[in-house]
């Protein structure tokens, strides 16, 4: 079966404190696709970053950057010199094989994070 | 592009009324969107796909005659909370698949439901 696991369930730290977010997924498709989103109070999903079970490379954007491991099963968020305006809600999602014409998303359970000033 | 929005973003409606909620893809069209439930503090919880032109497909433990989803056009779902509860108030979010790709979901800003 599909899941993802968010352990973290509330993470705080102080403003420009780096902070990493783990994500571990479980699937036995060998074509998937991972997923950040961050939730603010206001409630909309933004979307962070998409990637391709056959593409490892890190990526980093900003303040951002992903760490995907497939020997570990791992799509790691850091967000360097954090700000309060990082306060949020962030998802890790996996998607089941697009050729089943699903597109389901399987969610984690949601990191909390509260940067304070 | 692939916006996605939410009418309306908020409803508050009395115990035993219904209250629907509109989906709309606005600059793609969609043969596939999907209803979320979200309770304070969780996860989102998928409640059901809908496919344009067919019944929607409700995930186990949702019931399809209280929650109606109506995918009448590639542009449009919505989803109907019929004989409100206060235990169905919720955020409710959206999401749209376009039909010419990319094959991932757009979401929407999602709908706060609140029933007195």
């Known amino acids: 079966a599909q899941k993802v696991t968010q352990a973290q369930t509330e993470i705080s730290v102080v403003e420009k404190e780096d902070v990493t977010l783990d994500c571990v997924y479980e699937?036995?498709?060998?074509?998937?696709?991972l997923f950040w989103y961050k939730q603010p109070p206001s409630g909309e999903l933004v979307f962070l970053i998409r990637?391709?079970?056959?593409?490892?490379q890190n990526e980093i954007s900003g303040r951002y950057s992903w760490n995907f491991q497939k020997s570990t099963s791992s799509f790691n968020f850091t967000i360097t010199a954090s700000q309060v305006v990082d306060s949020a809600v962030y998802f890790c999602?996996?998607?089941?094989?697009?050729?089943?014409?699903?597109?389901?998303?399987?969610f984690g359970t949601g990191t909390r994070l509260k940067v304070l000033a | 592009g692939a916006v996605v929005s939410q009418h309306p973003s908020r409803v508050i409606c009395k115990s035993g009324t219904s209250v629907k909620i509109e989906c709309r893809s606005l600059?793609?069209?969609?043969?596939?969107m999907f209803w979320y439930r979200q309770f304070p503090k969780q996860s989102l919880m998928l409640m059901a796909t809908?496919?344009?032109?067919?019944?929607?497909?409700?995930e186990q433990g949702v019931e399809k005659d209280k929650f109606l989803i109506n995918h009448a056009s590639l542009t449009l779902s919505t989803l109907t909370v019929t004989s409100a509860h206060p235990e169905d108030s919720s955020f409710y979010i959206c999401?749209?698949?376009?039909?010419?790709?990319?094959?991932?979901?757009?979401f929407g800003p999602g709908t706060r439901l609140t029933v007195t």
């Open positions: 999401s749209a698949v376009p039909q010419a790709g990319p094959y991932e979901q757009y």
């Open positions: 699937t036995r498709d060998t074509t998937y696709y």
């Open positions: 990637r391709n079970s056959f593409d490892e």
């Open positions: 999602a996996l998607s089941e094989s697009f050729t089943s014409g699903t597109y389901k998303y399987i």
């Open positions: 600059d793609f069209q969609a043969t596939t």
């Open positions: 809908s496919n344009e032109g067919s019944k929607a497909t409700y």
